[in-house]
């Protein structure tokens, strides 16, 4: 099938280019030059694992080429996918500036019958909204339809989310058209919905509200733990044993942060609001993660007192969650905001997402490694919770401090064995709360059963 895309952002090149490896030819536009440059070059404009290899082999293979002619793209085009930004405008409505520029394009290039798919993220009633937008730029007498065909792929796992996603939302107007985007997908084998296009716009901001209120959930009763003496990651590891709640997004942490769960939660409540339903858990949801990077940085200087001049604080990790380079809100951001407000001299290190964080912190250092990061520093912040920092040598990370005090916003440490090795460490939801009045209850300790493959070294 001859198919284009528009938008190459880490949807738009990540479909692009699966559906070139299963034999289609494939367009992807960009309006932004260097982008396009550079993706011709072999340079991609974002880090996935298996990228670059899979853009290169269909690029040589001639299924996949990059463009910024959306006219010509559309024309030669029977499938157009729209895969543009969405982002959130003030009062959390979705902008949908870049759709509507998008579709115009299409209409202003429409020479035959196509199938238009929406794949960006847009609230219920978008599909409609894009084909008023064709119908009254369209300059031919040509028919059309719109579809949607929302994603769910995550960043750092984007390849194989799409090769192997757990279900295919299609929301077409009619079996016909939903029959084309079956039959693009069938190589794939896998289960899918076909539904409305109404209904599937909402199965995408319904999922991820869903999501993100698992996460909050989790760390509203790690902030009870905290307070009480338990353990979190023992208590959503006991909760997500039960098949009716499942462990996936049960960690308690500081919060979910990224280019869709805030965005997409906020969009869902100013829909609902516009509706007159005022969704008071979704609500509380929003609120509980706004809170929880702030309730972290009152415990950061609850230890280490209000004034942070004179302290060198090491950052692990800035990317929003491991396996990306995507900043948008990322928690990183708001504590070392706060660092560097109160003080601190900021040292930092993330696998891959330095490059990303330069412009925003030009005069932080920035580090090759963790223990870099660790040399003379008074506190360490996990902010990222990349493997790589899962099995760091402790003993090495502490001989190099100049105070063994760690913070970790993601939980990643076996408590126990950070206070055997010296440190003082305070977790999110672990019974290490500043202040907090109950001792751990050793008996539970004692007898507590971990599965080897839960253990985490230190
Ligand atoms: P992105 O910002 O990484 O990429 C969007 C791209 O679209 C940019 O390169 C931009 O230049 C391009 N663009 C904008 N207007 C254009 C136009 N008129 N013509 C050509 N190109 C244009 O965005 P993304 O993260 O890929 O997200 C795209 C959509 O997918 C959003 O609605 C998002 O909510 C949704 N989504 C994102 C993810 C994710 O993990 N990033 C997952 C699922 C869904």
Redesign the pocket.
């Known amino acids: 099938m001859n198919i284009c895309v528009?938008?190459?952002?880490?949807?738009?090149l990540v479909t692009g280019v699966v559906f070139a490896d299963l034999g289609n030819d494939v367009v992807c536009?960009?309006?932004?030059v260097a982008?396009v440059d550079g993706l011709n070059k072999g340079i991609m404009?974002?880090y996935e694992p298996g990228l670059e290899e899979m853009v290169a082999r269909n690029v040589a293979d001639g299924r996949l080429k990059f463009t910024t002619d959306?006219a010509e793209s559309v024309s030669k085009s029977e499938i157009i996918f729209i895969?543009?930004?969405?982002p959130p405008r003030e009062d959390g409505s979705t902008d949908l500036a870049?759709v509507e520029?998008?579709a115009k394009?299409i209409a202003r290039a429409l020479n035959s019958y196509k199938v238009i798919v929406n794949?960006?993220?847009?609230p219920v009633g978008t599909g409609n909204f894009v084909r008023e937008v064709i119908e009254t730029n369209k300059r031919r007498s040509v028919d059309f339809d719109v579809v949607s065909n929302?994603?769910?792929?995550?960043?750092g796992s984007?390849i194989t989310d799409t090769l192997v996603p757990d279900r295919i939302v299609i929301g077409a107007p009619n079996r016909i058209v939903a029959m084309r985007l079956l039959e693009l997908y069938a190589p794939l084998e896998r289960p899918m919905i076909i539904t409305d296009v109404a209904s599937a716009e909402m199965i995408?901001y319904a999922s991820n509200a869903f999501l993100a209120t698992k996460i909050s959930f989790a760390n509203a009763i790690a902030n009870i733990c905290e307070a009480a003496g338990a353990d979190v990651n023992q208590v959503v590891k006991g909760m997500g044993l039960d098949n009716r709640i499942g462990q996936a997004f049960l960690s308690a942490g500081i919060g979910y942060g990224?280019?869709?769960f805030p965005?997409?939660t906020r969009s869902l409540l100013h829909t609902a609001q516009s509706y007159g339903y005022e969704f008071p858990l979704l609500d509380a949801t929003i609120a509980t993660n706004e809170d929880q990077p702030k309730r972290f940085i009152k415990k950061i200087h609850a230890v280490m007192g209000e004034n942070l001049k004179g302290k060198t604080v090491g950052v692990l990790g800035l990317a929003f969650k491991p396996n990306t380079d995507?900043m948008r809100e990322a928690k990183s951001l708001d504590i070392i905001g706060d660092l560097l407000e109160t003080g601190a001299k900021v040292r930092a290190y993330d696998p891959i997402a330095i490059e990303n964080t330069r412009s925003t912190f030009p005069d932080i250092t920035y580090c090759g490694n963790a223990y870099e990061v660790a040399a003379g520093a008074d506190a360490l912040i996990v902010v990222t919770e990349w493997n790589e920092f899962k099995l760091l040598n402790m003993e090495r990370l502490k001989s190099v401090m100049a105070d063994p005090i760690i913070f970790d916003g993601r939980n990643i440490y076996n408590t126990d064995r950070m206070r055997q090795l010296g440190f003082q460490y305070f977790a999110v939801g672990r019974g290490s709360a500043v202040g907090s009045q109950i001792p751990n209850t050793v008996g539970v300790r004692e007898f507590r059963f971990v599965r080897a493959e839960d253990a985490v070294g230190v």
Request: charged share 30%; net charge neutral.
């Open positions: 528009i938008g190459t952002g880490y949807v738009g536009v960009d309006k932004l982008k404009p974002i959306l895969a543009v930004g969405t870049y520029d998008a394009g794949k960006s993220t847009v929302p994603e769910f792929l995550r960043e984007a995408k990224g280019s869709c965005k997409d995507d």
